[in-house]
């Protein structure tokens, strides 16, 4: 069974903003990251199901554009990845500015099945 | 030394494992029955008579199987199992690791649940116990 999280997530909300894996390849606002480690579940037969606890960020330097984004890429998740592969929650939520830069941040739970 | 990993050992009734399977548990209880007379002095002598055995199975709960997947029980089989009676409910059984000794016979369900609650995915726990002859021998 292959993760296909990631590629689910870029390919649901990667249309929005500049949405990178990790870090920024380009340091231009508004931009987006995330970030996760799968958790596999198996049967004797095989792996049947992968959980993971996604880090998404928005960075922008304007609060409402970052969190505004974030809300977009949350109604694109939770519309885009709750379908009988995939189901999607978001469990946490997060609200920060370093240096004049926000970083509004949202965890998610999704679960890959078979 | 290599140790067996457990998902190579396979509990099978009627030559099928029971679906989403994740764990197999296998206990052989010796039948004992304990003498003392006054000739022994007051140590005990145990004579074993037989061997209660038992399995207790658990898996995700699977109400259709991919296509293919012939060689595998699902949860309604499982269940119509646990509901038969008399003769129907006598079932041939076979439990091997990847190699080795197989022991095999027939054994009857003696208990059958599922747990389910709002996060996580349907679970049953199925036991059962041997009925009449058990073998113990390398399949051909």
């Known amino acids: 069974m292959e993760d296909l999280i990631g590629k689910t997530i870029t390919s649901t909300v990667g249309n929005l903003i500049p949405f990178y894996l990790y870090e920024a390849e380009q340091e231009t606002y508004p931009y987006a990251v995330y970030y996760y480690t799968p958790d596999f579940y198996s049967t004797k037969d095989g792996v049947y199901k992968i959980s993971a606890d996604v880090t998404l960020q928005v960075y922008s330097q304007d609060f409402d554009e970052a969190y505004s984004y974030a809300e977009q890429i949350r109604t694109a998740l939770e519309q885009g990845m709750n379908t009988s592969r995939f189901r999607t929650r978001m469990s946490a939520t997060s609200k920060e500015c370093v240096e004049g830069v926000w970083n509004v941040e949202y965890v998610y739970n999704i679960i890959q099945l078979i | ?140």
Do not use: H, W
Not at chain 2, 5 to 29: P, S, V
């Open chain 2, 1 to 140: 030394m290599a140790a067996e990993l457990g998902y190579n050992i396979a509990f099978k009734i009627g030559g099928k494992t029971l679906t989403g399977r994740t764990q197999d548990d296998l206990t052989i209880t010796p039948t004992i029955k304990e003498s003392i007379t006054k000739d022994d002095a007051g140590n005990k002598n145990q004579q074993v008579s037989g061997q209660e055995v038992t399995f207790s199975c658990q898996g995700l709960v699977v109400l259709s199987l991919a296509s293919g997947e012939t060689n595998k029980l699902t949860r309604d089989e499982i269940v119509e199992m646990a509901l038969a009676t008399g003769s129907s409910a006598v079932v041939a059984f076979t439990y091997r690791p990847s190699s080795g000794k197989q022991l095999s016979g027939n054994c009857v369900v003696t208990g059958y649940s599922e747990s389910s609650n709002s996060e996580d995915e349907a679970t049953y726990t199925v036991d059962f116990k041997t009925t009449g002859a058990l073998t113990f021998t390398t399949p051909v």
